[in-house]
């Protein structure tokens, strides 16, 4: 079993005189120690919701998540969220997760679990060396660090609890391409120095493929795909992670031109009949339109949600797919 284990785990939003909108229909997911996750769609795919959810900061319908083999969300329908220090997240504005009347160190202590006997300052100044800030960096205010600084003080903030599993959600997507790619590896050596396992929520499959192990591909609330990195960037097995990966600039197989998704995420109040990903699927076919894929093993450590991927594969590279079996 993962360090972090969410089995089925469904998120409604209530409506009123309306059926509530499934955000997230059912999602499986994994993080061991020491291993970066990446979780990856286009916004509205209901990432973001998952991630919240994973944390306590929103109920589950339906579903567990585990940490560490303990259940922390056995949660059913207006069960009260509870949180739990093991487990921190790190959001995409850190300014508004900081108070901004309060030094830095105090905002660290507040994170440091009671039974820390150390020093409140020198417990602060050493969260602050570790996300490469000065120790002295704790007696000023939010305000007068820069975006980047402040996303280090967030990160600082989430470690002062002793995590085991931190959730990032576009948690560098603020970020200049530079500091980005810094707060990037620092997530990165703090998670493999620690043996923190930890859940990198991305819509920027750049940046997702330069840290993560594995990846799991999230549409209209369902994972359609999951594999090793480096798997998933060679042969996409579903079509939604081919036209994801050929929609950025030279990330392509081949680095070929980026072709650009068509459409937009559907609607998660009214999914479509059959695979939620058929209205834009270049693959589609008559059973697509009927019959939703559920997500199976293709081969080891590789799970899609796709007809044109068999349980227990061999896995079918979507180049070779017979055009006889692509319709319009
Ligand atoms: Fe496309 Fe059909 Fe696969 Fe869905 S099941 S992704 S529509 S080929």
Redesign the pocket.
């Given at each position: 079993m993962a360090l972090l284990e969410v089995r089925e785990v469904t998120v409604e939003y209530r409506r009123p005189r309306r059926p509530p909108v499934r955000a997230v229909a059912g999602v499986d997911l994994g993080v061991d120690r020491g291993q970066i996750v990446g979780l990856v769609g286009e916004s509205g795919c209901g990432k973001s919701t998952l991630a919240r959810a994973i944390v306590g900061l929103l109920p589950c319908a339906s579903g567990s998540v585990t940490l560490d083999g303990r259940a922390v969300r056995p949660l059913g329908r207006g069960a009260r969220p509870v949180a739990d220090r093991s487990l921190q997240m790190i959001f995409q504005d850190p300014y508004a997760s900081l108070n901004p009347r309060r030094r830095v160190w105090r905002q660290l202590a507040d994170g440091v679990p009671r039974d820390d006997r150390r020093d409140a300052r020198d417990r602060s100044a050493e969260l602050l060396t570790a996300v490469g800030l000065s120790p002295d960096a704790g007696d000023r205010y939010p305000h007068e660090f820069s975006g980047g600084q402040r996303q280090r003080i967030a990160i600082a903030r989430a470690l002062a609890a002793e995590p085991s599993v931190i959730v990032a959600d576009e948690a560098v997507s603020a970020l200049d391409a530079s500091t980005q790619a810094q707060v990037a590896n620092l997530l990165v050596d703090l998670a493999r120095g620690r043996g923190l396992g930890l859940l990198f929520i991305s819509h920027d499959l750049s940046v997702v493929r330069h840290m993560a192990d594995s990846v799991s591909v999230m549409y209209l609330g369902r994972i359609v795909e999951s594999a090793p990195t480096g798997a998933l960037w060679s042969q996409p097995l579903?079509?939604?992670s081919e036209a994801l990966i050929q929609a950025v600039p030279g990330l392509g197989p081949g680095a070929q031109p980026p072709t650009g998704l068509p459409g937009e995420v559907g609607d998660p109040a009214r999914p479509p009949a059959g695979?939620r990903?058929?209205p834009r699927?270049p693959?589609?076919?008559e059973r697509?339109l009927v019959e939703d894929?559920a997500a199976v093993t293709i081969v080891p450590r590789r799970r899609a949600a796709?007809?044109?991927q068999p349980a227990g594969g061999p896995p079918r590279p979507l180049d070779e797919v017979a055009p006889a079996e692509v319709s319009s």
């Open positions: 579903h079509p939604y695979c990903f058929h699927c693959y589609s076919h697509c894929p796709c007809w044109l």
